[in-house]
């Protein structure tokens, strides 16, 4: 069993014990829940930089990436930079967060909130919007189709856009439907956490122009954008380079203006 089939195991077990402690129309009676989205797609499509910024505490490859940050501090660093929008790692047994680090982001800025998440059940779409999420992250390699369907038709129809993360070209062709803003391709395999930009190169033309391109994973230097543009990409994921850090919001800053 690799990594990504523990989470995906562990994150079943985990949505089953909380839709047991809080009822959807818990969730349902929340602030944010009836507050309006901001789009991201939009962002991206109007920026000359396309950076979305990622607070992450640690991960499965990296163990520690930095607990010495508050939440505000981050997300108020990256909205000053320029960032487009800012995802939000809510898993807490692998990544370090929690959706309290997402509340807390929604009350610092009013850019767009990614909930960076491994989705598999509606049940998490709903606590997304009920923490001032704006869109959500589905995995194509954890899903079926149908799956990947059902859950994007939710999203939107609660406002939600919807991020597609593919991999490699089956993932892609099985995943292709009107109900997606935008397709993000992982430069590292989560299988075997191997990163390259490479699988962003090899996918940019199977992927539609309906929707906007984002590349994650691996997006360390200028030079990786730069060389991503030309292959019609939109948007960049940035976590580890920012967080790893003394001042993510200042790595930020210095990253866009060179940009």
Do not use: W
Not at 212 to 238: C, D, N, Q, R, W
């Amino acid at each position: 069993m690799n990594i990504l089939d523990k989470i995906i195991v562990d994150k079943k077990r985990e949505v089953i014990l909380k839709k047991s402690i809080i009822p959807v129309s818990q969730l349902e009676a929340s602030v944010f829940f009836s507050k309006e989205t901001i789009s991201l797609s939009q962002n991206l499509k109007e920026s000359n930089t396309g950076i979305i910024a990622e607070h992450k505490r640690r991960s499965p490859s990296k163990s520690v990436i930095n607990h010495n940050f508050t939440v505000e501090e981050v997300v108020k660093g990256y909205e000053s930079a320029g960032a487009c929008g800012i995802s939000v790692l809510t898993d807490g047994k692998y990544f370090g967060g929690s959706l309290d680090d997402l509340l807390l982001a929604r009350a610092s800025v009013n850019i767009p909130l990614l909930r960076k998440e491994f989705i598999v059940d509606e049940y998490q779409i709903v606590e997304a919007k009920a923490h001032g999420a704006d869109l959500i992250l589905l995995i194509a390699a954890v899903l079926t189709r149908d799956e990947i369907k059902s859950l994007s038709e939710f999203a939107k129809s609660l406002g939600l856009e919807v991020l597609l993360e593919v991999h490699n070209h089956e993932e892609l062709e099985k995943s292709i439907m009107p109900t997606l803003d935008m397709i993000g391709v992982n430069n590292r395999n989560l299988k075997t956490f191997e990163v390259s930009l490479d699988f962003s190169k090899q996918l940019a033309d199977m992927i539609p122009n309906d929707f906007v391109k984002v590349s994650e994973s691996g997006i360390s230097s200028i030079e990786a954008i730069t060389e991503l543009k030309p292959y019609g990409y939109k948007g960049f994921l940035i976590g580890e380079n920012f967080m790893k850090t003394d001042n993510a919001g200042q790595a930020a800053t210095e990253f866009i203006k060179q940009l």
